[in-house]
């Protein structure tokens, strides 16, 4: 019997089959290819299901970067050390930096002391023991992923990379290096793990904006949010005893106890940078960047904080200070009047905050800061910039985009740069800027609009 000419590439095969049985193969490889030409394609990984991708909206991805989040190929990064805000900017940098290889980011470990200050104290502090693990996820689903370790199927099998470092290792080598391991037969591996450097110190690729994202997703754990509950309490509620006892009665309208009933009594939260050693430090910073806009003295702060435009007067001013001054009576003396200043010691909380590590310490008194109906502090602190940040990011869901000269909801301040009426500059952050670069170095020059 003939065979159908379009069976005879199965025959030369040794595919010696009838001409029904030719026709129904022939039929079935037709279907097949119909259906890859016709219907989209939405595995776009090899050898990675539809399962495994949480995919993006319209967001702009670096280098052609494809539209998803591999939940089955990670980023693991080193211990992530320093002060708070340093580690969440290297948080943030590694989760940037996983993002961009297309990789979900092993939950790191924090430090819960300064590292540099207390080396025998170096300990680490899993990320869900400062941060909420499931709330991070579910607000930046689609943007950057977290995973843990259980997650990994061999590991064993992990893949080093060792970044540089040093004046020649620049941006555009370390953004070579990344674009190379984005490829295969890196993308083969099912850990990448970096080595060798702290995520603080990688070259910074990315815009404030996607900084900003990640940030909004770091919501401390209620253990964290409840202290600091308690701290901003404890400021309101001495706020409106001291109100009360400086205003009469007749004068507001109504009794004191009313009054606190209203609303809530408003507290301003100055970050004072006036320890030994950053005076130490912004002053040789001065010199080497011939910066005069960097330091302030503790008359200074003061003499600012009292001359801000609009600030209704009595009000509790809360100092954000190094616990070695809580007793240097000096710095509660000298305020202007009608500010009436507190600090831990005084408010009656230091032992909430010494039950704790450095690092829940400096996040309870981030997040009463952030609380703050004003905010002052220093633009070359990257503990302040991240308030400003936030605050910003606040500022900029009511729909202002600006506090120049118009009174705003949680304003923000720097002291070290004057600003109108001898009071110090208003400041709101450049969301708008291409790197992170003056937020986590500092910057004398801010400016009342985003």
């Known amino acids: 019997m003939d065979v159908p000419p379009y069976c005879r590439n199965f025959k030369v095969l040794g595919c010696h089959l009838n001409s029904f049985a030719c026709k129904c193969v022939v039929l079935a490889v037709t279907a097949l290819v119909i259906r890859a030409v016709l219907l989209p394609t939405f595995s776009i990984f090899d050898g990675t299901e539809q399962d495994n991708l949480v995919f993006i909206g319209n967001l702009s991805l670096s280098f052609g970067q494809k ?29 940037l930096t996983a993002r961009l290889l297309n990789r979900t980011l092993l939950m790191p470990s ?18 869900d023991k400062v941060f909420e693990f499931k709330k991070f996820n579910s607000l930046c689903n689609g943007f950057v992923q977290l995973g843990e370790l259980s997650d990994v199927r061999n590991r064993t099998g992990a893949f080093e990379l060792q970044k ?55 919501v401390l ?47 301003v939260a100055v970050h004072m940078r006036i320890e030994i050693d950053w005076m130490i430090h912004c002053k040789k910073l001065e010199q080497r960047s ?51 200043p507190f600090e831990k010691k005084k408010l009656g909380v230091e032992g909430n905050y010494k039950k704790f ?26 503990f302040s910039n991240l308030i400003v940040l936030d605050r910003t990011q606040k500022l900029l869901r009511t729909g202002v985009t600006s506090s120049c000269g118009v009174d705003v909801r949680w304003p923000s301040y720097a002291y070290n740069i004057l600003g109108e009426s001898k009071g110090p500059q208003r400041w709101m952050t450049n969301m708008s800027g291409s790197s992170l670069q003056a937020i986590s170095y500092g910057s004398n020059d801010i400016s009342c609009r985003v």
């Open 290 to 340: 011939n910066i005069t806009q960097i330091c302030s003295s503790k008359e200074e702060i003061m003499e600012r904080v009292g001359n801000i435009v609009g600030l209704k007067t009595p009000v509790v001013v809360y100092l954000a200070i190094a616990d070695s001054l809580l007793h240097d009576p000096s710095i509660l003396n000298g305020w202007k009047e009608g500010l009436i």
């Open 357 to 382: 590590s450095y690092l829940i310490q400096s996040a309870i008194d981030y997040e009463v800061c952030l609380r703050a109906d004003v905010f002052v502090g220093n633009s070359f602190s990257t």
């Open 164 to 218: 540089g470092s040093g004046r020649r290792w620049t941006p555009e080598r370390d953004m070579d290096q990344l674009k190379q391991h984005n490829e295969d037969p890196y993308n083969e591996y099912e850990v990448i793990r970096i080595v060798g450097k702290n995520p603080f110190l990688w070259h910074d690729h990315w815009p404030v904006k996607d900084y900003a994202k990640i940030f909004e997703c770091m």
């Open 110 to 127: 924090l430090s819960a002391s300064l590292f540099y200050k207390e080396v025998e104290l170096l300990e680490p502090i899993s990320f």
């Open 221 to 267: 754990v209620d253990e964290i949010m409840n202290e600091a509950d308690k701290v901003v309490s404890r400021i309101r509620e001495i706020g409106a005893a001291q109100v009360s006892s400086r205003k009469e009665s007749a004068q507001i309208g109504i009794s004191p106890a009313e009054n606190s009933l209203v609303q809530p009594v408003p507290y």
């Open 67 to 95: 539209s998803g989040v591999r939940k089955d190929k990670f980023l693991e990064v080193p211990q992530i050390v320093w002060g708070l805000n340093n580690q969440k900017i290297a948080f943030a940098r590694a989760c």
